[in-house]
């Protein structure tokens, strides 16, 4: 079955870094594309950002673009995102997603919490 594990989350001061890591399983993981989303209190789930397969091509939302990055270590079955220049709306919690046979897959989510 498809299993999404996302960890790396944490509390960071404004201005600071994290990495997020989804580890994944169940299906070929280097023939799909992967997404980070994140949901807010309050607000609904947002797409943050995607990774195509072979040529890994990226899109971010405009919120983190220039501060994020995601990349994928197919070797590992890991995707991850990288997250420079914290803001305080960039708490949320993180969610790790794919879509395999038109079926959406979640991770459980990790929280961040950008504050000083």
């Known amino acids: 079955q498809v299993q999404l594990v996302e960890s790396g989350g944490g509390l960071v001061q404004p201005g600071g870094s994290l990495r997020l890591s989804c580890a994944a399983s169940?299906?070929?993981?280097?023939?799909?594309?992967m997404r980070w989303y994140r949901q807010a209190p309050g607000k609904e789930r947002e797409l943050v950002a995607a990774?195509?397969?072979?040529?890994?091509?990226?899109n971010y939302a405009d919120s983190v673009k220039g501060r994020f990055t995601i990349s994928r270590d197919n070797g590992k079955n890991t995707v991850y995102l990288q997250m420079n220049s914290l803001k305080p709306e960039d708490t949320a919690v993180y969610y790790c997603?794919?879509?395999?046979?038109?079926?959406?897959?979640w991770g459980q989510g990790t929280q961040v919490t950008v504050s000083s």
């Open positions: 997603n794919v879509r395999v046979l038109n079926i959406d897959y």
């Open positions: 169940g299906f070929t993981f280097s023939s799909y594309a």
């Open positions: 990774i195509t397969t072979i040529i890994r091509s990226t």
